[in-house]
Structures are given as C-alpha cells and as structure tokens.
T-cell receptor, first 115, second 112 residues
Framework: AQSVTQPDIHITVSEGASLELRCNYSYGATPYLFWYVQSPGQGLQLLLKYFSGDTLVQGIKGFEAEFKRSQSSFNLRKPSVHWSDAAEYFCAVMNSGGSNYKLTFGKGTLLTVNP | NAGVTQNPKFQVLKTGQSMTLQCAQDMNHNSMYWYRQDPGMGLRLIYYSASEGTTDKGEVPNGYNVSRLNKREFSLRLESAAPSQTSVYFC???????????FGQGTRLTVV
C-alpha cells in the first residue's frame, strides 16, 4: 500500500531564511506526487505537482520540489521564506496506474515563521 | 463557478444522532473523496467515488456511509454519531487520473 512520511512535525524558520520540508513516499511504481498548503481554518491549496518529466517542479508562491526516485523523496523548498508562508504543509501520493484512485497524505508539517 | 461546496460549515451533534454532510461540485469532475482531518494525523480517506455510480472504502470507513447521488454530489452520512467522529471533514474532487484534487472548505463537526 502506498504511504507518505513527513519526518518533521513542526519547523520554525526566520523570515528570509531558506526552507526545506521533507517528504518520503512508499510506492512500487512511479507515483504522482503533490504538495498542498493549508492556512488555519481553510481548505487545502495545491502548491505543486509531479506526474512525469523534469524532476524539478516549480509551483506557486515561489516554491519548488524535486523528485528523487533513488531516495523515494519529494522535498519542498523555498529560497526565502515570507511571514505569510506560515501554514501547515502536506505531501501526498497517488497511484499512477491501475484502478486505484486513492490519494494518500502525510501527517503534515507545521511551519512557523519568526520575524 | 463555486468549485467544491460543502454544507454545513459547522455542526454540533449529540452522541447517537445522525446527519448527512453534503458536497457538491460544479467542475464536472469524475472522482470525489471524503477525508477527515484530525490533529497530528493528516488527512485520512474515509470513502471515495472513482466515477458516478461507484463508491469504495478508504482507510477509515467504519461508522460512515456515502452516496454518489449524481456526478455533482457526494454525501457522507453518520448514522449514529460518536465523539470519536469529532473532526474536520473535507470533500475533494478530481477530473481524471493524472490531475490534482481540489478541496472544499471543510465541515467542522463536534459530537458531544
């Protein structure tokens, strides 16, 4: 069964510092991978996605992520964090073939940004 | 174009009461999902509907039932609510396999 691990429950960074949020997945074939962001009291908004092709994908709000098959990872990065980036971030994996339509989420990483 | 609409936004139930959470989408998407979100647990899939007329269990289906009423609507029913079902419930939709999911704003349910 597919699964997603986000090792960091809570990360604190200073505004202007760089950010990397880790995501590891477990899946036999090439997965579809996603990062979502959730602000307090809100639904989930898609930051970026990987289906195939270039392993470095660009998303909204200046975020990027790199798919590394050898490490089963899809880490999210941002060169310079803004206070408005404080939120919870979820990595998700989806089956890329067959009839399994399930989208599986990690437990999330809460990002705090210090001024 | 409202996207994914969930009703109600908030609800308080007494233990043993029943209720139906409504989800409607105007995106003409094929697949629809119900998730619950609990602190420290991420989002866990309750049920999903790959296409109109089909439904399947996710990882935490016990205590819930669903109905894919038509392509637009996917409802989640709690027949006899329990305090363990206190959670935030999200509906999501997806057009086809290689596309992302879109989420509603959630229903915050408290069972006392």
């Amino acid at each position: 069964a597919q699964s997603v691990t986000q090792p960091d429950i809570h990360i604190t960074v200073s505004e202007g510092a760089s950010l990397e949020l880790r995501c590891n997945y477990s899946y036999g074939a090439t997965p579809y991978l996603f990062w979502y962001v959730q602000s307090p009291g809100q639904g989930l908004q898609l930051l970026l996605k990987y289906f195939s092709g270039d392993t470095l994908v660009q998303g909204i709000k200046g975020f990027e992520a790199e798919f590394k098959r050898s490490q089963s990872s899809f880490n999210l990065r941002k060169p310079s964090v803004h206070w408005s980036d404080a939120a919870e971030y979820f990595c998700a994996v989806m089956n890329s073939g067959g009839s399994n339509y399930k989208l599986t989420f990690g437990k999330g990483t809460l990002l705090t940004v210090n001024p | 174009n409202a996207g994914v609409t969930q009703n109600p936004k908030f609800q308080v139930l007494k233990t043993g009461q029943s209720m139906t959470l409504q989800c409607a989408q105007d995106m003409n998407h094929n697949s629809m999902y119900w998730y619950r979100q609990d602190p420290g647990m991420g989002l866990r899939l309750i049920y999903y509907s790959a296409s109109e007329g089909t439904t399947d269990k996710g990882e935490v289906p016990n205590g819930y039932n669903v109905s894919r009423l038509n392509k637009r609507e996917f409802s989640l029913r709690l027949e006899s609510a329990a305090p363990s079902q206190t959670s935030v419930y999200f509906c999501a939709t997806r057009r086809v396999m290689n596309t992302e999911a879109f989420f509603g704003q959630g229903t915050r349910l408290t069972v006392v």
